[in-house]
């Protein structure tokens, strides 16, 4: 019984901050983004672009979910339907755009 509590308590206290990292402000998720895209594609190891971008792209996956979701949070205020969906893709693309310039300005790799 004593275990059941402690591996509830333990999976609460890895969760409670999580969640609570969630409400960061943009410009915080931001920074934080280009630290990890940074941090990413400075040690890849890579050769090409392409196999650069996925990488720091795999190393940087919570950040970019949570700047991902903020920014369409942000495009799509207001909007309904397919200019909600229309609003949503340019924010992803844009994001996914500024990725990849981050990826080869920080590795030096080059298309």
Do not use: W
């Amino acid at each position: 019984m004593l275990k059941i509590h402690l591996l509830a308590f333990v999976a609460l206290a890895l969760a409670a901050p999580a969640s609570a990292d969630d409400d960061i402000s943009p410009d915080l998720a931001e920074s934080r983004l280009r630290g990890c895209l940074l941090a990413g594609a400075s040690g890849t190891g890579q050769s090409q672009l392409e196999a650069a971008v996925i990488q720091t792209r795999a190393y940087c996956g919570a950040q970019i979910n949570r700047v991902q979701r903020q920014r369409v949070a942000a495009a799509t205020a207001g909007l309904k339907g397919n200019e909600a969906e229309a609003a949503k893709t340019r924010a992803i693309r844009a994001l996914n755009a500024e990725i990849a310039q981050a990826v080869a300005n920080f590795s030096g790799l080059t298309p």
